[in-house]
């Protein structure tokens, strides 16, 4: 129970149905709030009373959050909006500011402050659009929010010293002082742990989350207990299409652009160790690294998976990470990835065309064979979470038929295939802006699978009709008889039966519904 008068609330929104449609009910993964979780427990390790408010994993509607935030009485509400997925900054301010505008209805004394993606990318425009947002915290907000918390009083004056933030006063947004970023010497210190103590949960730790199908060797049952935790922050590659490296922005430019702050920082191996005994000890064994690249520092990636082989004697950990295909150049290394308990990972391959990655900064790949990474990880019997972009400049139906017929031969255990989007904090969407390119109005219309979502055309291609491919490539992967096959040999009758059951259903598309003729 937490006590009343917190100095800071964290607070997760909730807009799933909006996000995800159908999906969101039985499909769609649960993650723990990860930057809630580090924000939490960074204020605490300086002395503040800190709590966190999950309304995505509580399903709480926007009366029942506001009861639970009254009784609190917290000096400020932190709406934390940062995801796992690259678009959930964005899609997550629908939920985020619809409860922000409640709370302001009753309680306009109310400090309400905005970290993440989305108001890094646009902090001016964030402000001037959202009047239930009164400060936004620059970068990934450790510093900015500490400095807030110094505060005795908060207004228009106080607020004018407080380094890394925007705030509305005197008539005109103001953005102070840029703020830096937790610097390498400084991540075990200032980033000190997970508040693991403070998430809501059912009958057991973690029990309120959930990972994602293919994740769970596509069984319900094996979904939760499930978590989420960083060994590093940031990238060092600058693809045009995304934006994770906003977060390491430290400067005051109307529209930031991810690809100009790409840099990585480490937890130590103690550190992250630590961690994860945490949550092993808590019964929690299936578990995603978030890291953007995890397999790419030998220095930093070796010594944490021969830490996590010694817990993983029984071979009881279930854990996916990310990485390139250009990165995994050292195939003997997966012996030991698979020892640590990793036993799938993402691989961004975007595209069958070299042409085309190197289009959005991706990389042509020149040194490597992806078909020939592909085997190598399933030999070391790690399995593939394969992820694909349809509809990149470039692009044309040929293009994508044969990014489509590559990862129907690569037959990887996971499948995700995302429309191009101008995601606010990546250079496609700046290069939309001077383009005057058409851009979703809302925010959940950022989501790869809302209603409303309006990806990128291209040249020889409109939005709806990639999207329709899109979608469909989605069906044509995951009926195919080679992979069910493979599914059944590995996992079981029922995992078929779930993924037809999953296959069943089909995203509704605004623009794809206006491509059919008219009866």
């Known amino acids: 129970m937490l006590n009343k008068d917190l100095d800071v609330l964290f607070v997760t929104p909730s807009n799933s149905k909006g996000i995800y449609q159908e999906l969101s009910n039985d499909y769609s993964a649960l993650e723990p709030p990860t930057w809630s979780l580090l924000l939490a427990e960074s204020c605490r390790s300086i002395g503040h009373q800190v709590g966190i408010l999950d309304v995505n994993a509580e399903r709480l509607s926007k009366e029942e959050a506001y009861t639970r935030i009254s009784q609190l009485s917290p000096k400020f509400i932190v709406f934390v909006v940062y995801g796992q997925n690259v678009n959930a900054g964005t899609t997550g301010m629908s939920g985020a500011t619809d409860l922000s505008s409640y709370i302001k209805s009753k309680n306009s004394n109310s400090n309400i402050v905005f970290i993440g993606s989305h108001v890094q990318a ?57 703020e830096r970023v937790v610097p390498q010497e400084r991540m075990d210190i200032d980033l000190p742990g997970y508040a693991w103590d403070l998430l809501p949960f059912k009958e057991k730790f973690l029990d309120l989350y959930r990972s994602p199908m293919w994740h769970a060797e596509y069984d319900y049952k094996k979904r939760t207990p499930y978590a989420s935790i960083q060994t590093s922050l940031g990238c060092q590659f600058s693809c045009e299409f995304c934006m994770i490296n906003i977060i390491n922005r430290n400067n005051n430019n109307r529209t ?6 790409s840099m990585m920082r480490y937890w130590s191996t103690k550190f992250i160790l630590n961690e994860f005994k945490k949550l092993i000890d808590f019964g929690v064994e299936t578990i995603r690294i978030v890291d953007e690249m995890f397999l790419l520092n030998p220095k930093y990636y070796v010594p944490l998976c021969e830490g996590l082989a010694e817990f993983n004697k029984d071979d009881n950990l279930k854990i996916w990470v990310y990485s390139r295909v250009d990165t995994i150049k050292r195939p003997g290394i997966l012996h030991l990835v698979r020892k640590a308990g990793i036993k799938w990972i993402a691989l961004g391959i975007e ?154 259903i089909q995203l509704k598309r605004k623009l794809v519904e206006d491509l059919q003729p008219n009866d």
């Not at 228009?156 to 103001?174: A, C, E, W």
């Not at 930031?256 to 702050?261: L, N, R, T």
């Open 122 to 178: 646009l902090p001016i425009d964030s402000l001037l659009n959202e009047e239930s947002i009164d400060i936004v915290c620059t970068n990934e907000g450790v510093y900015p929010l500490r400095n807030l918390l110094k505060l005795n009083k908060v207004n228009p004056v106080s607020l004018s010293g407080v380094k890394g933030i925007g705030y509305r006063g005197f008539d005109k947004v103001i953005l102070t002082e840029p």
């Open 256 to 261: 930031g652009v991810a690809g100009d702050y």
């Open 351 to 504: 595209s069958s065309d070299k042409s085309i990655r190197l289009e959005v900064s991706k990389g042509k790949f020149d040194d490597v064979n992806i078909k020939e990474v592909v085997n190598k990880v399933h030999e070391s019997d790690i399995e593939v979470m394969a992820n694909y972009i349809f509809g990149l400049p470039g692009d044309t139906l040929e293009s994508m038929k044969n990014t489509l017929q590559l990862s129907i031969e690569l037959c990887t255990i996971g499948w995700n295939a995302y429309p191009a989007m101008a995601l606010p904090g990546s250079q496609l969407y700046k290069t939309a802006l001077e383009n005057d390119t058409p851009l979703p109005q809302n925010y959940e219309d950022y989501s790869f699978h809302s209603y409303n979502c309006l990806p990128l055309g291209t040249e020889t291609l409109s939005p709806a009709e990639v999207l329709k491919f899109r979608d469909e490539s989605y069906r044509v992967y995951h009926d195919n008889k080679n992979f069910l096959t493979k599914i059944e040999k590995k996992y079981g009758k029922v995992a078929v039966e779930n993924i037809k059951k999953m296959n069943i």
